[in-house]
């Protein structure tokens, strides 16, 4: 609850009259677009294609070096909502709720482009658009596990309420993830062993730099999201805190209203 | 935790449990519901699969487990439903009761029913699926661990959909990836159960173990908040 | 000596509603303290703070020397609360229940027979299960469990609601002996005529405020000047 006035509250909205960029997200959004242009030049004309050894990917390389980062993003995501799960059950402030709800919803984002491309992967290197791929298993699970999370969220009234459940659910469902992960593993690798995402870790040059590249444009996308989708998170409760003034002040004029005033 | 505290929360969760086996005594939900509901799960797998023994006999290990998962949703319900109506959670939250307590009671509650769905399944499949298991102390072993799984984590999960007007659709959705190791674990061990190579089997097994301690501990320190905002 | 329960400008939520929107509120050792005021003024939102069931917001408040800003869940051993619903596990006998809960709240299986007795539940309705009760036999049953977990502040939403002329004036009867034993008892109450009876004085609650309080007779005078 904080006790600032309308006025106050009203000059934080001035501060983004048209949406939730401020001028530093801007120019990362910039910086982001040139460097996108580049690192699809990178990883679909300059570097070669994979030719080395009997289980080579030819051209199908490429989608590495989407899918990794990718992959990576998304479990960056939920790392973010788990620690800031665990500061909100310490801190008990409403930003910590704000920033993990904010990152589910684009880890999310981040799981859906992981399984696509891999399901991509999949079906030319497979000859099916699923396969029981214990990477993409796993995060199909992690997947509906985190849209639970969200459903959670939407299913509680109370602001408060809803942090404390959801904290405590961001907190388990990270737990889940290496279980998930190690015994769908474990359960595969009676049957196969080529697996999405298994790099030749000799690889170098261009097609390192495209990965690594890729990697960190990820990150940096997943960060720039956040900025977006936290600070809206943050405005809606501000508004929410908004209209608690406005309630107070129509609960408290019931009384006169009805009569049984000194 | 010291002594006393870890004595009075065994004794809430006795208080608990005794409770909740009253309750399906007088009222016989998990006899007259959700027995029938799990053979009744059998039957349609076989219509499903078509009733060629070879092939039900192969997958019995599966479909068992999938008939407890089933039948353990509906349990879980079974148990949290009956703390929602009539003001009772607010008497479950005043009343003294350790909540580590009500929360190991509830599970302990939830396995009990469950061990004996377990039991007539295993009858089921041996009469109609004709599969008839090698290693039973393997069977036993993984039952065992596999539904103090299934029931600790469904009693956290169980309390954090409790208060919600959405409890029914929300709760599969929350608990079935979580538990999803422990159908792949126990099915893996019901399978070298069932085909006579224990190999494999015990280490399944342990890995069941290992979850129902995780979430015995993490129900332990998460029931208290859930319970408090459910 | 500090006083029972002690609210200054306390604020509660329900949601986003603030059902108290700002309560005065002070209960002397021993008292007996009606709450009187329209449908939805906040009443039962009140009851449930004093038992550390709703959250206190913003402003101050404590009962029984516990701060309920910081730590509500410490003041619930010491609090019994009835509310509009009984708490009761409808499948479960009536002797079933107060036991199961009078266990639960550390007290002894004497005192659940006691209250029992005292709520005249000892008889053939003991083994009744509780679904077949009727809203009075219910409430008697909620009221024994009260009893028998000998709480210092009792909360009573609505008591005399559904009993028959017999249960309100036990209930009137549980107060006294319960204020005779020591403890104190906040209710809240439309039976107006018989709740300024029992009460020593009585407090208005409307919009979520609490009204200055006067002895029983003036308030009600109060109310009528508009």
Known sequence: MTSSTPGQRAGRFDMHPDGTASHGSRVLGSILLIAVAIFLIVALVASPPDGAGADAMGDMVRIMYVHVPVAIACYTAFMVTA???AMYLWKRTEGWDCLAAASVEVGIVFTVL????????????WGT??????????????????LGYLALRRAVVDPQSRAKQAAVLGLISFINVPIVHYSVDWWRSLH???????????IDGLKLFALLFGMVLALL???????????????????EAKGLDTALAERRAEAVADGGVR | MTNTTLRSVISDARLVAGKDLRLEWRSRVTLNQLLPFALLVLVLFAFALDPDRSVLKDATPGLFWLAVLFSTLLAIQRAFAVETVDGIIDALRISGLDPA??????????ALHLLVVEAALLVGVTVMYGASPSGLLLVVATSIAATAGLAAAGAVYGVLAAGLRVRDTLLPILWLPVVAPLLIGATQAFGSAYEKSSGAGWRWCGLLGAFAVLYTAIGFVAFEPLLEES | MDPVVRFRAAVCLLGRFPALAGVDLDVNAGEIVLLQGPNGAGKTTLLRACAGLVKV????????GVNLVDDPKAVRPLVGLLGHATGLYDDLSVSENIRFWTRAGGASLTDADNAMARLGLDGRLASVPVARLSAGQRRRSALAVLLARRPRLWLLDEPHAALDQAGRDLVDSLMVDAVNAGATVLFASHELDRAQEVADRSVHVVGGTTQPSGNVGHTSEAVEVD
Do not use: C
């Open chain 1, 83 to 85: 620690f800031a799960s």
């Open chain 1, 114 to 125: 992981t399984l696509a491309t891999g399901s991509i992967w999949g079906h030319t290197a």
């Open chain 1, 129 to 146: 658009w699923w396969e029981w791929d214990p990477r993409l298993t796993s995060t199909a699970l992690m997947f509906v596990m985190y």
């Open chain 1, 192 to 202: 196969q062993t080529a697996t999405i995402g298994r790099l030749d870790p000799t």
């Open chain 1, 221 to 239: 996308l997943y960060a720039w999201l956040m900025l977006h989708r936290f600070r809206l998170q943050w405005v809606e409760t501000q508004v």
């Open chain 2, 101 to 110: 307590g009500i929360f190991l009671g509830k599970a302990a509650g939830i």
């Open chain 3, 57 to 64: 917001a913003q402003g101050e408040a404590s009962v029984l």
